[in-house]
Each structure stands twice: as C-alpha cells, then as structure tokens.
C-alpha cells in the first residue's frame, strides 16, 4: 500500500494533545494521528453496527424471526 503525505492545520488545542500523546507513548507525531485516525473508524463502525442491530430490534417482524430462530438453536442445543 502505498503511503501519501497530508497537511493538517492544528489549533493550539490539538497540539496540546498531540504532544501529551507524544510523550505518553513515545509515539511520533505521524503515529498518533494514525493511531486516531484508526480509532475514529473503529467507533464509527461500532456506531453503525449498533445502529443496525437497533433498528432490527425496533422491527417486529425482525425480532420475531429472531426470536424463531433462537428458538430452533435452543432444540438444536438440547439434544
């Protein structure tokens, strides 16, 4: 994969932040962004994957078919 460079303005603020990061995990610069960066995509995913199973609990017909299905693997597992 190939790598690209990128410019950021920072406030003061996040460069506060950047350099507490820094020096509280050694991390350069470069790393904690990417660190942030993946983190930010992880909680978005988290976000939708809830998002989703919401809605499938707010759907009753969803939660019947769940509710069906739960019950055969409940069968399944007493044998």
């Known amino acids: 994969m190939a790598s ?3 410019s950021l303005r920072f406030t003061a603020e996040d460069e506060e932040a950047l350099e507490f990061l ?3 995990t050694g991390a ?3 790393e904690v962004v990417r660190a942030a960066l993946q983190v930010a995509v992880r909680d978005a995913r988290r976000a939708r ?3 989703e199973v919401d809605a499938t609990m707010a759907d ?7 509710a069906a299905v ?3 693997m409940d069968e ?4």
């Open 60 to 66: 009753p017909v969803q939660r019947a078919e769940l």
């Open 22 to 24: 820094m020096a509280e």
């Open 76 to 79: 399944i597992r007493a044998w």
């Open 4 to 6: 690209s460079s990128t």
């Open 49 to 51: 994957a809830r998002a």
């Open 28 to 30: 350069t610069k470069s």
């Open 70 to 72: 739960q019950a055969e």
